[in-house]
Antibody
Framework: EVQLVQSGAEVKKPGESLKISCKGSGHSFSSQWIAWVRQMPGKGLEWMGIIYPGDSDTRYSPSFQGQVTISADKSISTAYLQWSSLKASDTAMYYC?????????????WGQGTLVTVSS | QSALTQPASVSGSRGQSIAISCTGTSSDIGFYKFVSWYQQLPGKAPKLMMYEVSNRPSGVSNRFSGSKSGNTASLTISGLQAEDEADYYCSSYTTSSSVIFGGGTKLTVL
């Protein structure tokens, strides 16, 4: 069974850097698109961007371009979402979700989420 | 790129049917058949309920159905049950090779 397992909750201060992870198992990770989705407290889902681990083809939502970096290490079936300088407004739950080999028109399954709290 | 438009809330009694609408533009819902729907229970990750407008993933009840007309898609839930109470999000692929979600609809089962 396909599964995505995300890294644990993080508490950071503004200005700090952070890299969270999403590890895939049970399928050919390299050939599945992996997306990152933000959900701010009490708010809806926002698509941040996506990566194809096989060749690291990466696409960003215009709203998140330049704000985060998406990467992957196919050798360990893991995708990453990274910030170089966190802001309080980055406080949110972040989900990774799997597309499929030839596209990313829908996402299944999803990781359990990583809660990121940024506070001074 | 604005979010797809969904009603903030809908409600229905047990056993009844409800429909949740999702309105986009000619650059997303109106252009592709790639509309999907997700159910999010409180404190849980989203779960895929419908893909390519009207296809149910394995394990999803046939009480859930989807449709699309022009720039608007809909998710219909028939025979409402208490366990259907959740937030529902629509999503569409776009002509910019990105994905856009709706603002979400809170379903209350009375």
């Amino acid at each position: 069974e396909v599964q995505l397992v995300q890294s644990g909750a993080e508490v950071k201060k503004p200005g700090e850097s952070l890299k969270i992870s999403c590890k895939g198992s049970g399928h050919s990770f390299s050939s599945q698109w992996i997306a990152w989705v933000r959900q701010m407290p009490g708010k809806g889902l926002e698509w941040m961007g996506i990566i194809y681990p096989g060749d690291s083809d990466t696409r960003y939502s215009p709203s998140f371009q330049g704000q985060v970096t998406i990467s992957a290490d196919k050798s360990i079936s893991t995708a990453y979402l990274q910030w170089s300088s966190l802001k309080a407004s980055d406080t949110a739950m972040y989900y990774c979700a799997s597309g499929y080999s030839y596209g990313y028109h829908w996402f299944d399954p999803w990781g359990q989420g990583t809660l990121v709290t940024v506070s001074s | 790129q604005s979010a797809l438009t969904q009603p903030a809330s809908v409600s229905g009694s047990r056993g009844q049917s409800i429909a949740i609408s999702c309105t986009g533009t000619s650059s997303d819902i109106g252009f592709y058949k790639f509309v999907s729907w997700y159910q999010q229970l409180p404190g849980k990750a989203p779960k895929l309920m419908m893909y390519e407008v009207s296809n149910r993933p394995s394990g999803v009840s046939n009480r859930f159905s989807g449709s699309k007309s022009g720039n608007t898609a809909s998710l219909t839930i028939s025979g409402l049950q208490a366990e259907d109470e959740a937030d529902y999000y629509c999503s569409s692929y776009t002509t910019s090779s990105s994905v856009i979600f709706g603002g979400g609809t809170k379903l209350t089962v009375l």
